[in-house]
């Protein structure tokens, strides 16, 4: 009796031993797991440059986008400058003045002297007025391509805010891989120390967060890069400051009809604005061209003040005479017929092009429609339980794992599929936002807003 007793107490004390063993060695692995994620923490954050970060909503942005972005500022010149050409064009052409002097050898012969003024002017006929026309259809054009310009800007520099949103998500699914793989790490590496893995799935694990932080700092690159794209396309550029985006990239899903898409392109389309108004100043050209071979005359009037003659031969009283004359160029030049003709073929070019142009944009708002329609399903597809599911394979591995009835691979794989899911669900959302905004664009319309 007494011997069982000793026995059944030895084995209490035993088992006592190994769960004080067990909790001792849980707290170090735990310990050491909190050292390890304190200093890749401190890595990460090292290995960063230091930003001051200033949070920017999509108007705001849109805002100093449209005041500083300096390609736009030198845009707005070219209107500038055809605003001066217009100026210029209205001009005048300038009479010329000329004096004469003659000495008929009055100290020796005693013929006189002569003293004759002449102001002429040149007269092109209807040239002035083509002229002007001509550079207010330029000053029109360079209105209209600086319009098409600021909506190109307008839809690279939203882009360029929804990019940053992106690379924002994808980092937060990094950071989430890198705390999942560390976690997962750790507790490996106490169940090795207990004697439930084997040290290769130890070393697997911590393999795997390893490689998972090295993700998650081309993720923090990635997304600071974004960031400086922000500040590039306001014009501004500082190396202690940040821009960051706010909103995220769901959009609720739009609806369009075909016709009206179509309607509204054609009638809005900066850029087919831009193709017609080339296709006016080269009609204006036409029209200079053809001014120009018209027959300009120059008139002028003088006036002549002769001296006394006092030779004996042939004297002569002192007079004063008047002049009217009109001098008419021979255009033996209107035979070359060059010019003309290539005045013709570029005004007949023009129309051409702005009948493709009205084709591209048709072509381009459909291409635009159907992609859109396409990315809204597939984010559809996301939203109705693939991420959920894979969410639920993941939680069902870990539960299995930690319980030893399935393997470390198993683990990783599923985990691995789930960022993966997410990441692509990400880039999925940036594409489709991204087609929205190609085809407001395309169609002529704006309404975007990031929230």
Not at 33 to 43: A, I, Q, W
Not at 323 to 351: C, D, M, Y
Request: aromatic content about 6%; glycine content about 4%.
């Amino acid at each position: 009796m007494d011997l069982n007793l000793y026995n059944h107490r030895r084995q209490l004390y035993g088992r006592c031993c190994c769960v004080a063993i067990d909790t001792l060695l849980l707290r170090r692995g735990l310990c050491l797991c909190l050292g390890l994620c304190g200093c890749l923490g401190l890595t990460v954050q090292a290995q960063s440059v230091e930003k001051v970060v200033q949070p920017l909503d999509y108007r705001a942005y849109l805002e100093l986008v449209n005041q500083q972005n300096l390609g736009y500022a030198a845009e707005k010149l070219n209107v500038t400058v055809a605003e001066a050409q217009l100026k210029a064009a209205r001009v005048f052409n300038d009479p010329a003045i000329s004096v004469e002097y003659a000495d008929n050898d009055d100290r020796k012969m005693q013929m006189g002297q002569s003293l004759a003024i002449e102001v002429s002017k040149n007269f092109s006929i209807g040239t002035r007025s083509a002229n002007i026309n001509l550079a207010r259809s330029e000053k029109e054009l360079n209105e209209a391509l600086l319009t098409d310009y600021f909506h190109s800007l307008r839809q690279q520099a939203t882009l360029a805010y929804l990019e940053a949103i992106k690379q924002a998500e994808l980092f937060r699914v990094k950071e989430d891989a890198y705390a999942n793989m560390r976690q997962l790490a750790a507790g490996d590496s106490v169940k090795h120390r207990l004697g439930k893995i084997t040290k290769v799935d130890a070393l697997q694990s911590k393999l795997e967060a390893e490689m998972s932080h090295n993700d998650l700092m081309q993720a923090q690159t990635e997304l600071h890069n974004a960031y400086t794209s922000l500040a590039s396309m306001t014009g501004t550029f500082s190396r202690d400051t940040l821009y960051t985006p706010t909103g995220t990239l769901q959009q609720p899903k739009r609806i369009f009809e075909v016709g009206q898409l179509l309607e509204t392109a054609l009638a809005n389309r900066a850029d087919l604005a831009a193709a017609l108004k080339t296709v006016e100043v080269a009609r204006r050209a036409l029209v200079v061209t053809r001014r120009e071979r018209y027959t300009d005359f120059d008139v002028a009037v003088g006036y002549n003040i002769n001296t006394e003659v006092r030779n004996e031969i042939a004297p002569a009283p002192k007079f004063n005479g008047l002049t009217v004359g009109v001098a008419i160029p021979l255009k033996f030049s209107n035979l070359n017929r060059g010019a003309l003709h290539a005045a013709e073929v570029q005004t007949k070019q023009a129309e051409i092009n702005y009948q493709q142009a009205e084709v591209e944009v048709q072509s381009s708002v459909m291409q635009s429609l159907r992609r859109y329609l396409s990315l809204s399903e597939q984010v559809n597809r996301y939203n109705n339980g693939l991420l959920a599911d894979a969410q639920a394979v993941v939680d069902g591995k870990n539960y299995a794992y930690d319980r030893g009835q399935t393997s470390l691979l198993e683990v990783l794989h599923a985990r691995q599929t789930y960022d993966d899911l997410r990441t692509t669900y990400i880039e999925t959302l940036y594409e489709q936002v991204a087609s929205l905004v190609e085809l407001e664009r395309n169609a002529g319309i704006w309404d975007i807003t990031v929230e």
